[in-house]
């Protein structure tokens, strides 16, 4: 079903386009050799070239290129041997050349696709327009003196990769699951950390709205919104508001804004500017980076195996369903603890015990998997229990939570608490017997062909063993002591 809004005119499509900085993970910055730590003290990490000094040359970094040709490929994306930086000349506090060095006409990456997993299990391409290599600005801090802006350097000239869609989403939530995507391939590569809350991955917004199938209408962009739930709070509004002005016979300005979070709206920041605004020209301390096809191939050869890739494994080789092996590819760190868990187990149980119980419980707290109180090795102890019936499916949840709370192995919870399963066929027959006594009222209405009454002796003759019978044992003998 596409996501349309409803006017007072009838139905409305946005159209949505994304551009995210992603910070490169590099020890040095894009065109110096200062630190790119984050949390630093300020203007403690910065060099004369980040600080703008006159005579003051840039030398690119290596790492950084080689980090966007992998997150390109990573992409599948169209690398450009030869590349041009280019100088992107505005006026502000905390950019203290008064240019950006950027990449305009010939970036290092070119076109490329990504691939959207949806909630309900379908999935969608996007289109990537280019990724560009550029220096980010410093920070403008308005909060530190009551009528005076500090400047902190730190940032400045910190390597950050801009990856461009084409304008192919048509909804927040697509939006949503092309940032997700998007931050777990980066992760996947280890290209960038993907976190948003640190402000190492930014998205500007790029929204418009038009009749379903109609021309492209007037776009706005949403400037550095640092959150998914941001990022579709923003897309909503925006395209809500669009709609309405242009109802009321305005038109839309081309422009940048800004989301404030508090108020839950985006306001005017500026008229949006055109590329001949910034001055493009190619930066004269640069030259064209040309690259050899080989070193391009060598960073080919080490890429992992990437989600996209990985889900499909696991979907052939663990006989996986599309949802549980998205949630479980999602994460590198929970793809592996999960081979781990199923190696030489029943895959689908370890999916269920990992899905259902344990990312469950790490989600109330806030934590990943990484963090996780039970070690994978821990978590397969629990299944092989089930698995020789040692104790039932229904136990292993009652274990699994002592496991959580303890830390304890599922073998020793087992034992300490004397939770071992019975499967003595002379004990069960023990305990049927004695139910069967107690509700013999019951047993006549069974035997008189009221069939439903068998999950009644069976939830009994559990409660009477503790939990402890086997549950295949209790149907079996119960079935032919109610016969009569």
């Known amino acids: ?249 305005g038109s839309i300005v081309q422009e940048t804004r800004l989301w404030d979070p508090g108020k839950g709206v985006t306001r005017s920041m500026r008229s949006k500017e055109e590329a001949h605004d910034y001055r493009y020209f190619p930066d004269p301390d640069l030259l064209p980076l040309v690259l050899e096809q080989e070193l391009v191939d060598q960073i080919k050869a080490t890429l992992p195996e990437l989600p996209d890739d990985k889900k499909a494994r696991f979907m052939e080789q663990y006989k996986l369903n599309p949802y549980d092996a998205g949630v479980l590819v999602a994460e590198k760190a929970r793809g592996d603890f999960y081979e781990e868990v199923a190696k030489g187990r029943d895959p689908k149980m370890a999916a269920n015990f990992l899905i259902g119980d344990l990312l469950g419980a790490l989600n109330k707290t806030g934590k990943d998997i990484t963090e996780s109180p039970i070690s994978a090795a821990d978590l397969g102890g629990l299944i092989d229990l089930v698995a020789d019936n040692t104790i039932s499916g229904r136990l292993a949840k009652d274990v699994f939570a002592l496991m959580l709370e303890t830390g304890k192995s599922a073998i020793a919870i087992v034992d300490e608490k004397g939770l071992r399963q019975v499967t003595d066929t002379g004990a069960i027959d023990a305990v049927i017997a004695q139910v069967m006594d107690a509700n013999p009222d019951k047993v006549a209405e069974y035997r008189s062909g009221k069939d439903k009454l068998f999950g009644f002796f069976v939830g009994q003759v559990m409660k009477a063993s503790q939990g402890k019978a086997n549950p295949a044992m209790v149907n079996e003998i119960l079935a032919a002591k109610l016969k009569g």
């Open 1 to 249: 079903m596409a996501y349309r809004i409803q006017g007072e005119t009838g139905e409305w499509e946005v159209v949505i386009g994304l551009e995210v900085h992603a910070q490169v993970i590099s020890n040095a910055k894009l065109f110096s050799g200062a630190a790119t730590a984050f949390g630093a003290a300020p203007n403690s990490q910065v060099s004369f070239v980040d600080a703008g000094f006159p005579g003051m040359l840039p030398v690119i970094n290596q790492v950084c290129v080689e980090q966007a040709v992998k997150t390109g490929l990573g992409l599948k994306a169209q690398i450009n041997l030869r590349s041009v930086f280019d100088r992107k000349n505005y006026f502000y506090a905390d950019l203290p050349s008064g240019y950006q060095i950027s990449q305009f006409k010939q970036p290092i990456v070119g076109e490329g696709t990504l691939i959207l997993d949806l909630a309900d299990g379908a999935t969608r391409e996007v289109g990537i327009e280019r990724l560009h290599l550029e220096m980010d600005a410093g920070k403008s801090m308005h909060d530190q003196h009551p009528s005076k802006t500090y400047v902190d350097l730190n940032r400045a000239g910190v390597a950050l990769m801009e990856i461009v869609s084409k304008p192919d989403m048509r909804s927040p939530e697509e939006a949503a699951a092309y940032l997700r995507k998007l931050r777990t391939i980066l992760r996947y590569l280890e290209t960038c950390d993907g976190n948003m809350e640190e402000g190492s991955m930014r998205c500007d917004i790029n929204v418009s709205v038009r009749k379903p199938g109609g021309p492209l209408g007037t776009r706005t962009e949403t400037k550095n919104v640092n959150s998914i739930r941001y990022v579709q709070q923003a897309i909503e509004y925006e395209a809500q508001r669009q709609i309405e002005v242009i109802e009321e016979g």
